[in-house]
Every structure is written in C-alpha cells, then in structure tokens.
C-alpha cells in the first residue's frame, strides 16, 4: 500500500489539474471575499440594498465565511478531480500499466484513494490559509482587531470541508471507474450535484406535505449543505435551523464516501481491463 | 530473411516452462469467442513468437496472462504462479497493446511512478532509459514523445522489474521502417541471455528474425506450436528446366521421388542446396536446358498462410 500511495503522491503532485484546482480554491475564496467586502462597503439603497455584514468578513468569522466557499463550489470542484484521476486512468490506459506492476487491484486502489483524499486535505488547507488571509487584509484595513477563531472551531471547519470534498470527490472516483472516461463522469457527476439532487429533494419534499422528507434528508449534498450551516453566527443575522443535524449529517457523508470507495473497489477487483 | 542463429549463451532448459496454459478461453457475453481452448507453452529462455492476424486472439491472450481479463474457462501458470497474482507479476514485464502513461510527466517521471509501484529502486529507472537510448530525452513529457519513443518508454517500463518474463504485444506498431529496425535489435538484445520473451506480432518477417520458437493463432484458436526451423521444414532446391519431364525423371532418380516435387512449373528438390553445382551439371550433360537453379526455403510467411488459411496479398 505504501508503495502504491508513493507512486499515487509522485503522479498527482504535477497533474495541472490539482495546480489548477488549487487556484480555483484560492481565487474563488479571495473573490467572494472581495465582492462581500465591496457589497459591506457599498450596501446600496431600497430593494436592491446588499445584506452582507462587514463583521462576517473579519477573522474571528473566516471558518463561518469559507464554508461558503467550500460548498457547492469546491465540491463541485472534487468532483471534476475525481473524476479525472479515475477516468483518464482508462482512457490513457496506464490503468493496465498500473495493474501489471505487481500490487494488487484493491491495493492500487485504495492507494490511490488515500492519495486523492491527502490532495483533498491540501486544497482545504489552500481554501483556509487564503480564507484567514483575506479577513486579515479586510480587517487590517478597516482597522478593526485581528483576533482567531478558536482552534476547536478552526479544527472542526477543516474536518467539514475535508469530509464534504472527500465525499464529492468519491462521486467523481466512482463514477470515473464506472463509466471509464473522464469527460462523460464528470459531466454526470456536476449534472447530479448541481441540478438532478435539487430537483429531486423538491419534488420528494413536495409530496404528501413533506411526509417523505427524511428521504430526501438522506441525500449526499443535503447532508454537506446541513454541515456547512451549521456553521453559523450572530453576525451573519438570523438563519432557518437546518433540518439535519451536524452529527447525522457527518455520519450520512461517512457513509456515502464509505459507500462509493467500495462500489468502486468492488468494480476494479471484478472487470476485465480491456 | 537471414534465418535467426541459435542464442550463443543461452542454456533453454527443455523440460522448464514459464508460460503455461490449458484450454485457456475468453468468451465475450454470449457471443464473440475471443480465445479458444489455447495450449500454449513457453520454454524459460528462449524468444517465444506470438503470430496471428489482427483480431485472432493475441492480445486478448496475452492480457490473461498478466491477470487484465480473467479467463472464461482454462487456467495458466506464468512464471510459477496464477496470472495477476502480486507474486507473479514481480517476475513479469508488460507492455501490452500500446505504452500507458501519463501524458503530463516526463518519460523520466512515469517510469519512477512504475518503479514506486513495483517497488524497484529509483536507480533502476536511469538503468533502462539507457538500454532503450531514451536518457538524452527522458526529461521531455510523455504527450510530445514520437511513436517510436513511445514505444522504447514502454519497453524501458516493461523491463524496470528486471524480469524473468517480457512481454511485449506489437512493440513495432505504428513504427517506421527505422523505428521497426532499432526495435527489433533491441528486443534481440534483450532476449540474450536466460530472460525470456514472449513477443506478439502479425508481422511475419519480426518472428522469423527475433524468434526461437512461434505459434501461431488464428481465429482464436492456436493452430500450431513450434521452432521457426521446424516450421519452414527442410532446405531445398528450386529447379525450372526444359524440357521439365525430362528433368524431373532425371532428379527422381538422382534423389528418389520423395524428394521431389513439382509445383507450379518448377521442380523442388529437398536436398543440400551444395550440391546445386552438381545438379546442374547432370541437367547439362544429359542436354537438359537449366534456367533456373537457386537454394529453396519456405518463408514463415507461406507457412502461416498455409495455417491460418488467410489468402496471400488479399
């Protein structure tokens, strides 16, 4: 395993597209801080009068502030990495170069498992660092105090948006496996997330005033959005409780990642690579 | 075609195979057999030629033995273990198909992510970039490799693990006529010594050069298991003469009628092409028009079109 991680880690330390990932993170999180700051400056007036408080731009609010960031867009962008790493495997076929070397299939692919979700580590460290950053630019500027979150809260959001960009990105792997070619898994893994999920949820929802809810609480990305607001303060003005827990919705993304890392597997270890 | 000398310093152990399989089948859903009940063997050592035309069976074969498709019935033993197994594939070197990797890393880079996979000391990797005369670009990446760079990176890869067993499935496709050169010198190279090779081409002319031993399949079925030697038969000698019924009495009683023949005007003698000199002067003195007189040898070619039943030139 140790092994196959190393060569896992050597690959994907030069893949442009985990380069590219990376700058996507840092810049989407230093654009939402930068608009945010614009509209908390410049509010506007009447209907069209912006909502955005300076005080959620500041650091003691950055973990509350990037889960935003986090999610969908990071998910969504997990879910194309993903699907990359598992599906150009075939279609470059160093999947059959891979396999020929001696580890064994479940092996390799649980190498390259840990190897994708230590990457996945990396780009919520990015999405942190320039997150604390960028509140310490805005507050510096404002002249206001540059005081931390707690370490306990900091901890948590960096278990949130590893968990929800593991579980996104396992879509991306499994579906990557499935289908065997990139372009087509990730096309079907952002069609999923961003539109057929939502749908979904609305219509099950809809039905017999709501009494099949808990259905659609037991999908991925309602979990990942309960999680994410859960992170959640004063300054960000009154919220509607989510309705799913933080807890259950850790439990529900554990198991779907769980979930997709078997099915995948067990798709490796039993087809032909042709 | 120059016929392929015995290795020098090679010892083929008879009795030892590496390659071993029983009525190995893949059948495709219901329908398309791919691989039909195919005994093969493989002798440790030698130059093991896989001949057959495009789609009879060669790759779909040779991916069972490194353990890519599971066979539908029939075992194999390769290398002393089941096919696919970590144990086995230690042993083993492949380059099936055409060379996968990563077209955004260098050619230096991919093979030390194979040599991280095989566990292979990182030293090995500049080892065989210079066996295949890739060192001087090995920093290039791999999507701006030619063809035929493509394929030595293959072949570097295939051997990184120093294996017992090479496989290599049509190591010369889409390579020029140079590239084909430089290739088959190469896999000769490789094949000296006690390393064995098992070589998978439809080009008739690279078996013949490179191999000790060829079989050959066709439809999916293997038609036949053999050395080159004893697949072209015995030496001979071609002979047109006029007036021809005179000539062909005359040789019948020179060498007895199994050894002659006559095939399409011409007389085929199987006898020590030596004694061409000797032959023609018996024709002459006996006032027999010689026009045609040279040493006779069937070519692989005739032979696997005789086998596979496929039409010459079609």
Redesign the interface.
Known sequence: MI??I??EW??NR???AFLVSSGLIAGITVLIYGLSWYQALHPGTGERRGVVSILTLYPDQFVNNVMGAGFPLGAAIAIVLGALIAGSEYS?????????????RLT?WFGRVVAFEAWMAILTVILFLVGAGSSVVVAAFQGHAIVSPAMIDIAKGLGTIWLVFAVNGAIGLALGTLIRSSAAALGVGLIYVLAVEVLLVRFIDSLNNGAYQWIGNLFVNQNATALTQSFHSAAFGPSVAPSIGAEQAVVVLFAYFAGLVIIAAALIRQR??? | MTPRPPKPNVTVMENTTIVETHSLTKRYGSGVLAVNSVDMSVRRGEVYGFLGPNGAGKTTTL?ML?????PTTGTATVAGHTP?S?AG??K?G?L??????????SGR?NL???A????VAQKRVDEVLDMVELTSRAGRKFGTYSTGMKQRLGVA?ALL?DPDLLILDEPTNGLDPQGMAEMRKLIKDIGQGDRTVLLSSHLLGEVEAICDRVGVISNGRLVTQSTVQDLLGEEGVMVRAQPADAAQEMLTRMFGPEAVSRQDGAIHLKTDPGKSMEINRQLTAAGIGVSELRPFERSLEDVFFQLTGEKQGS
Do not use: C, H, N
Request: proline share 9%; net charge positive.
């Open positions: 092994a196959t190393k060569a050597r690959k030069f893949r442009p470059w076929g160093t999947m059959k170069t891979t396999l020929t070397q001696g580890p064994g390799t032909d690579v042709t | 991916r490194v353990g890519l498709i599971r696919g970590p594939l230690a083993i492949a099936i198909e055409s060379p996968g990797f990563y077209p955004y890393l880079e030390r992510v194979v991280d996979m095989a566990s890869g693990k």
